[in-house]
């Protein structure tokens, strides 16, 4: 179980705290990604409501959206369904210096899809017999994969659903698809587990993250992935901001009188 089963909530301030630091050197990765031009790819999955968004936004708020890509795929397009089924993934791995988070991923085959009847029971074995030889070859190619669970309980899905019913900027969140998936709470435990048991290998292991506090969670999802990637901090040339030049000067203030300017209500 969790080491933090049993404990507080951890405070806002302490949370905050912690994650500018992490943040921080999230900083210093993607400097030395953009060096060494490494390739990466993270995996989150889990249920719903499990705090995916979230975290990706505590590990993106800081860092340059050039360097550090999210990709969260819509449901496949009619020309997509007659590709390969991994195709319309690795379109969108990264090339040198690049780090492409996947919110969701190629294995919604082994869940929702399987959970949910959108596969067959063949293409779903199909998939569990493939993707370790998929990410095995991505792997001994050079990109680093690093695959992350966040793993809710029940009672704290439950929560969080009813949060996002009664929330207006919550209710986005909550879909038909939603709705369903939380009846089928032990179908998808097995659909899980039978993912760990074919795709958590020596090349591409899976790491849970119990995520019933989120911000516990989050912080363990960054320290966890920057303890998996040997970066070092890069030395960069001080900045130094030259004089304005005072050539041609201008009254550029005084050259928006008249304009529609916008109301300053606050």
């Known amino acids: 179980m969790p080491k933090s089963e049993g404990r507080k909530r951890l405070k806002r301030k302490v949370y905050e705290e912690e994650l500018r630091k992490l943040q921080v050197e999230l900083c210093h990765l993607q400097e030395w990604v953009k060096v060494s031009?490494?390739?990466?790819?993270?995996?989150?999955?889990g249920r719903d409501a499990a705090g995916k968004g979230g975290t990706i936004k505590a590990i993106t708020g800081r860092v340059s959206p050039r360097v550090f890509r999210?990709?969260?795929?819509p449901a496949p397009s009619d020309r997509e369904k007659t590709q390969?089924?991994?195709?319309?993934?690795?379109e969108r791995f990264p090339a040198g210096g690049e780090i492409v988070i996947f919110d969701r991923s190629?294995?919604?085959?082994?869940?929702?899809?399987?959970?949910?009847?959108?596969?067959?029971p063949a293409q779903h074995q199909r998939f569990l017999q493939l993707c370790p030889a998929v990410e095995?070859?991505?792997?001994?190619?050079?990109?680093?994969?690093?695959?992350?669970?966040?793993?809710?309980?029940?009672?704290?899905?439950?929560?969080?659903?009813?949060?996002?019913?009664e929330d207006p900027?919550?209710?986005?969140k909550l879909s038909p698809m939603?709705?369903?998936?939380?009846?089928?709470?032990?179908?998808?435990?097995?659909?899980?587990?039978?993912?760990?048991?074919?795709?958590?290998?020596?090349?591409?292991?899976?790491?849970?993250?119990f995520s019933d506090d989120k911000r516990r969670a989050r912080l363990n999802v960054i320290s966890h992935i920057l303890a998996q990637i040997p970066y070092k901090k890069v030395d960069r040339a001080k900045v130094k901001l030259p004089e304005r030049s005072t050539k041609r000067r201008y009254d550029d203030h005084a050259s928006l009188a008249g304009r529609r300017l916008v109301a300053e209500k606050y």
């Open 37 to 45: 031009r490494e390739r990466i790819v993270i995996v989150l999955e």
């Open 136 to 165: 095995k070859f991505l792997v001994d190619n050079g990109t680093r994969l690093i695959k992350i669970w966040l793993e809710v309980g029940q009672k704290e899905q439950e929560r969080r659903f009813h949060a996002r019913i």
């Open 178 to 209: 939603d709705i369903e998936s939380f009846k089928r709470w032990y179908d998808y435990s097995k659909a899980r587990d039978l993912m760990f048991e074919a795709t958590d290998t020596d090349d591409a292991p899976w790491h849970i993250v």
């Open 70 to 73: 999210v990709q969260a795929l």
């Open 169 to 172: 900027m919550r209710q986005w």
């Open 106 to 120: 190629w294995y919604n085959r082994a869940g929702v899809e399987y959970v949910m009847g959108f596969c067959t």
């Open 84 to 90: 390969m089924y991994m195709q319309r993934y690795i």
